[in-house]
């Protein structure tokens, strides 16, 4: 069975930080691209990174670009999220998936980890 399982969220301060991490279950997942895109209540999905597996090309929206890094470890068969000078904005549930970056189409994705920035 073919999953994506993501953790790592949690409750934060604005400019904290936090590593979200991606695992696959039944994939490997440096044969696919992966992004994350983020659901926040009331709102619509954002994409917030992608990285392709062709060159390891990364991607990111505008409203996170300078704050977050996305990152494989293919021994781990693992993608990390690495969110630093986190925004109460930034508040929502992650997920990872697999994903067309330069589309920003996502494909099959977990169950998503929440994060919230509050003080």
């Known amino acids: 069975q073919v999953q994506l399982v993501e953790s790592g969220g949690g409750l934060v301060q604005p400019g904290g930080s936090l590593r979200l991490s991606c695992a696959g279950s039944?994939?490997?997942?440096?044969?696919?691209?992966i992004g994350w895109f983020r659901q926040a209540p009331g709102k619509e999905r954002e994409g917030v990174s992608c990285i392709s597996t062709s060159d390891g090309s990364t991607f990111y929206a505008d409203s996170v670009k300078g704050r977050f890094t996305i990152s494989r470890d293919n021994a781990k068969n693992t993608v990390y999220l690495q969110m630093n000078s986190l925004k109460p904005e930034d508040t929502a549930v992650y997920y990872c998936?697999?994903?067309?970056?330069?589309?920003?189409?996502?494909?099959?994705w977990g169950q998503g980890t929440l994060v919230t920035v509050s003080s």
């Open positions: 998936a697999t994903a067309n970056c330069e589309s920003g189409s996502y494909y099959s």
């Open positions: 039944g994939i490997t997942l440096d044969y696919y691209a």
